[in-house]
């Protein structure tokens, strides 16, 4: 992987980190009118209706073709339709801090799953230390806040449901990796949205909530915001983002997302930010550090680029188009 791409992958996972660190919140604000099906289905559908307007009249766009239809779907009703839809199904009885401490256990799926395949990629001691420190980290920042819920059959439904959308969510990612399509990452996205949003929506319908559905200007906003930052601007990083780097590290944004959220309140709604908080930040860095540096993952990416490089020398693309020729 070159620099500029090696950057500009860095830079999706970043933008991962940080918009997706701000949908709980946003979520939870869709609740108070919205219902969950719905309100997932219609963000899905207007964000991937405006993303695939857009790239279909870039010029030298290609659309799906054959199987890649097939292919786009199952990744986005498996990351979208179930994983992001299990998420938002559960913060009616899941307080959203909570939530963001179970998908933080999205990493731990991703290794497991990785590990089943042949040639998936493997986490070294390093990795899951790191892993193990993060999710430490998270405990710390939002166990104090947790012991007030009330454990109830719908809380104890929910927990459950977030963990079967974790792993919904990082069984997408894998397939997505396993079958990779021609299409751009970002019409990607757009059909995989499309297709998760018609999929929610008549779920919705069927589960009769147009009928309970109101409408508020905050929750509209709600709406808004993640339509445009939560799922165009987001989700296209991360479908590039999981193409570029190793899917174990990618998926340690889910360490970060809440430390995001902790610092936003700060900021905007002059939320608390004692020592705890501090030292939780320091910790959860610091697993995402281990992670990111850990052996295994360096000695992939430099697999990565000593074989682009190979394939960029003048000798090695005459024998591989020589190969391919034959």
């Keep these: 992987m070159q620099g500029r791409e090696k950057l500009g992958a860095y830079g999706a996972w970043a933008a991962v980190c940080f918009f997706w660190g701000t949908t709980y919140l946003a979520i939870a604000i869709g609740l108070e009118s919205f219902q969950p099906a719905l309100f997932a289905g219609i963000r899905f559908i207007v964000a991937g209706g405006v993303l695939f307007f857009v790239m279909s009249r870039q010029r030298g766009a290609r659309l799906p073709i054959g199987r890649e239809w097939f292919d786009l779907g199952v990744v986005g009703l498996m990351l979208l339709?179930?994983?992001?839809?299990?998420?938002?199904?559960?913060?009616?009885?899941?307080?959203?801090?909570?939530?963001?401490?179970?998908?933080?256990?999205?990493?731990?799926?991703?290794?497991?799953?990785?590990?089943?395949?042949?040639?998936?990629?493997?986490?070294?001691?390093?990795?899951l230390l790191g892993m193990a420190v993060g999710f430490g980290g998270l405990a710390l920042l939002v166990g104090p806040q947790l012991f007030g819920a009330e454990l109830n059959g719908k809380y104890v439904l929910g927990v459950v449901i977030i963990q079967v959308g974790s792993f919904f969510w990082q069984a997408g990612s894998v397939y997505s990796k396993r079958r990779p399509v021609g299409v751009s990452p970002l019409m990607s996205s757009a059909v995989q949205m499309i297709w998760a949003g018609l999929a929610l929506t008549i779920l919705g319908t069927l589960l009769g909530e147009w009928s309970v559905m109101r409408f508020s200007a905050r929750s509209a906003g709600a709406l808004l915001y993640l339509i445009v930052f939560g799922s165009i601007v987001a989700y296209s990083a991360y479908m590039y983002a999981i193409q570029k780097l190793p899917l174990p590290l990618v998926s340690t944004y889910s360490y970060v997302n809440p430390l995001v959220a902790l610092v936003l309140g700060w900021l905007i709604l002059s939320e608390p930010l004692g020592w705890r908080e501090a030292g939780a930040a320091l910790v959860i860095l610091l697993g995402v550090a281990l992670m990111k540096t850990s052996p295994k993952e360096v000695a992939l990416l430099l697999a990565r680029v000593r074989r682009r490089r190979r394939m960029s020398s003048p000798d090695d693309r005459q024998i591989h188009v020589t190969r391919s020729a034959a």
């Design 81 to 127: 339709g179930v994983g992001n839809g299990a998420v938002v199904w559960a913060e009616q009885w899941v307080p959203s801090g909570m939530a963001a401490l179970l998908v933080a256990t999205s990493p731990f799926w991703a290794a497991a799953l990785e590990r089943l395949q042949k040639d998936g990629e493997r986490v070294g001691v390093r990795g």
